[in-house]
């Protein structure tokens, strides 16, 4: 039996994030035990058993649900998904107090059960989130981060791969910095099966990806979750494939790059956590990954950082 599959896997928080995640990672096979907690017992408890009653369909595992904190304890990778739910209208940012004070509460017992796990954040403010509950847990970097851009980035893919009509596996591409409104798309070394995004054309020779399109998509990708929660409330499905991903590299020491949102120096700005592509493996956050930029987008990358460090002194956490 693999590693992966003696593992032990925990999501906090049952909501629509959470149980997408945990169903994702459920299809994926990525641990062999799967735990959900959650304050609203009956709420976990049938999220669990939803989720268990499917297992003739699926790779094995053992899935429980409980109120009670000691359903983390000994897990290898916890994912916290608890937050306070983004409303039409409101920015990430927005959602910063909330969800930094139910960290406050939520990762004391956490550590407390599950000590040697490596913790990912899965709640936004994602970035600033982040930075909160690695001060405050006293973890190496290297075991806490959050989701950052990788969602983004498959958003990214997505959209660019339509454009283009290719498969999404072939486009190579990165959003970075801020997940949120002022995330950057990195034009510059993005390529579709090897070839440069800017030389990339049609059966007529025209490039297809010229700044106008470039620009279009990137607004409809920062966009995204505004016209998903308009439309249905929540975002959950790509961001619970996307966070089941991060959390198979983890186990299954994939080595990964992955535009994760961990601890950086930036110049002129300080300490912030921001996406930049790292490698994900058994050791968590292994290397940062230097991928080339234009000097424009550098610059936005480090503005970014700025945004993200002015929110955090607002909040007190830098």
């Not at 983004?86 to 990430?92: A, F, H, K, M, V």
């Not at 956490?110 to 913790?119: C, D, H, I, M, R």
């Not at 390529?191 to 995004?197: E, W």
Request: with cysteine.
């Amino acid at each position: 039996m693999s590693e992966a599959l003696q593992s032990k896997v925990s999501i906090v928080g049952a909501g629509a994030v959470g149980s997408a995640l945990a169903y994702a990672g459920l299809m994926r096979g990525f641990t062999r035990n799967l735990s959900l907690y959650d304050i609203n017992t009956k709420k976990v408890e049938a999220e669990a058993l939803d989720l268990a009653q499917g297992m003739a369909y699926m790779p094995e595992t053992n899935v429980v649900g409980s109120s009670d904190i000691e359903v983390v304890r000994d897990s290898d990778v916890v994912v916290v998904t608890a937050g306070a739910k983004q409303q039409p209208g409101q920015t990430r940012m927005d959602l910063a107090g909330a969800t930094i004070s139910l960290m406050d509460k939520v990762m004391p017992p956490l550590l407390n059960v599950a000590p040697n796990a490596t913790f990912i954040l899965v709640t936004n403010p994602v970035d600033v989130v982040t930075y909160a509950a690695l001060k405050r847990s006293g973890l190496p970097a290297n075991r806490i981060f959050g989701s950052g851009t990788v969602l983004d980035s498959s958003r990214l893919r997505h959209q660019v791969a339509l454009e283009c009509g290719v498969a999404v596996e072939n486009v190579h591409a990165y959003i970075l910095g801020e997940h949120g409104d002022s995330e950057v798309s990195i034009w510059s070394s993005a390529t579709i099966g090897g070839v440069p995004l800017g030389q990339w054309h049609d059966t007529n020779g025209n490039v297809i990806m010229t700044p106008e399109v470039q620009e279009r998509i990137h607004h409809d990708v920062m966009r995204s979750a505004y016209t998903i929660i308009e439309g249905k409330g929540a975002t959950n499905y790509a961001i619970g494939v996307a966070g089941a991903r991060i959390v198979e590299a983890v186990l299954k020491d994939q080595k990964r790059v992955l535009p994760v949102s961990t601890l950086v120096d930036v110049e002129g700005v300080g300490e912030v956590c921001m996406s930049l592509p790292a490698l994900v493996g058994a050791g968590g956050v292994e290397h940062r990954v230097d991928v080339p930029m234009s000097p424009a987008e550098a610059d936005a990358v480090t503005a970014s950082a700025r945004a993200i460090r002015t929110t955090a002194e607002k909040f007190g956490v830098a």
